[in-house]
């Protein structure tokens, strides 16, 4: 899951559950979601499921936070009667490489002394 996406595209990562003895039309929730910050964690609302197809995605940004992780809890459900479900947590680690650090100069010397 990237946000710096192509225009006029939604950043996203997709899960998917299938049902093997009856094949049963799925639907998907997320029911729990936690963010882990540098100094603190708590319940988030940076992420939303499309019920039909498993689609997930961010609702706002998180590139000028100090978010380091989150923590969704997912659930997958059939249709039956009863139906059943079956939940799941992920991980989502932030990784900040949008900016990765360059040299001005291709060399650079410096002087050293104890004084």
């Not at 997709?14 to 639907?27: G, H, L, W």
């Not at 000028?64 to 039956?80: P, Y």
């Not at 139906?83 to 060399?107: L, Q, W």
């Amino acid at each position: 899951m990237r946000e710096d996406h192509p225009p006029f595209t939604r950043p996203g990562t997709q899960v998917q559950a299938t049902d093997r003895t009856d094949n049963d039309e799925i639907t998907y929730g997320i029911v729990g979601e936690r963010v882990n910050r540098a100094l603190q964690s708590g319940a988030s609302n940076y992420f939303q499921i499309d019920d039909k197809t498993g689609q997930i995605y961010l609702t706002q940004t998180v590139l000028n936070t100090n978010i380091t992780d989150f923590l969704l809890t997912l659930q997958a459900c059939d249709n039956g009667i009863p139906a059943r479900c079956v939940n799941a947590d992920i991980r989502i680690i932030i990784i900040r490489d949008s900016f990765p650090p360059k040299f001005v100069y291709n060399t650079a010397t410096g002087l050293f002394s104890n004084r």
